[in-house]
């Protein structure tokens, strides 16, 4: 019973670990906490579902689903952040919250507020090792997501783009004196968290199998909680946090009960944060920069 909630909470870990990661993209760069992020997780899965209700294959209804995910990614660059630049950081980031609410009332008015049945893409698939039960959908997700993470991890600490991110990381202005073209790489972030948390969204939707217009609150909520568990702006630290996120969650379900899930998820936030003030993976000196 308790390996298999253990394999049950690592494999919904690996979505939190995605919106995490999203996060720590737009706040360990752009020091921007952008709540558009778990408005795009919804679109994801709603627009997903909504295309193949529509008579879209998956696949190709999955990757309309990311488009529209970055475009509105990119809206949120253009309106909500490159504006304010240089102001007060508490504006952009109330105008993301804007964005949240919008794509979630569109998403309303064109599908409802009850919650919509995701069609079974494999069904009745899974391993079994020993006592364990692993759907294939949710080892597939696994493993995405760590080779995603593991992918970015190495572009980030290997190519000279990715020392042009965590150049504009440490100091903007120094990378201007680089002569690292902004204006460029910083759309292309907000597409890169886009894509992460809309295709955490089509996991989501995969995996369990249902989708509504506020699927991204609470999933969104948990990711900037394991962002900091696991330490702000390290991305493997996100890793860490969002499987000790889902771990906390699946196991307070099943051994205390459903009802006093948040309080489990966010008191160990709490407590860590207490113990450990800088996240599991963060420096003490000062905030680690991916």
């Known amino acids: 019973m308790l390996a298999q909630q253990i394999v049950n909470g690592l494999m919904l870990g690996a979505i939190y670990m995605l919106v995490a990661v999203a996060f720590t993209l737009a706040i360990g760069v752009l020091n921007f906490l952008n709540f558009s992020l778990p408005g795009l997780f919804m679109v994801g899965g709603m627009l997903a579902f909504g295309l193949m209700k529509a008579g879209w294959p998956f696949l190709i209804a999955a990757a309309g689903a990311l488009a529209a995910a970055a475009f509105v990614s990119l809206l949120v660059e253009r309106f909500a952040y490159r504006p304010m630049q240089g102001g007060d950081p508490e504006v952009p980031m109330v105008s993301s919250l804007g964005f949240l609410v919008l794509l979630e009332n ?53 190519t000279a783009g990715g020392r042009r991110i965590r150049t504009v990381a440490e100091n903007r202005e120094t990378a201007l004196l680089m002569g690292i073209d902004i204006s460029r790489l910083v759309p292309q972030l907000f597409i890169a968290s886009a894509l992460l948390a809309a295709l955490a969204g089509i996991l989501f939707a995969v995996n369990y199998q249902q989708v509504s217009p506020f699927m991204g609150e609470g999933v969104g909520f948990k990711g900037v909680a394991a962002m900091i568990v696991g330490g702000m702006g390290s991305i493997w630290g996100a890793v860490l946090g969002g499987l000790v996120i889902g771990l906390a969650e699946v196991l307070s379900i099943s051994f205390i009960g459903a009802d006093v899930v948040n309080i489990s998820v966010y008191g160990l936030l709490l407590l860590i944060l207490i113990v450990r003030p800088q996240g599991l993976m963060g420096r003490a000196a000062s905030r680690e920069k991916l």
């Open 106 to 158: 569109l998403m309303l008015i064109q599908y409802g507020s009850d919650q919509q049945a995701f069609p079974a893409l494999l069904p009745d698939l899974n391993i079994r090792l020993g006592g364990l039960v692993i759907g294939i959908a949710q080892l597939i997700s696994l493993a995405l997501s760590l080779g995603l993470v593991a992918f970015l991890s190495w572009y980030l600490s290997s």
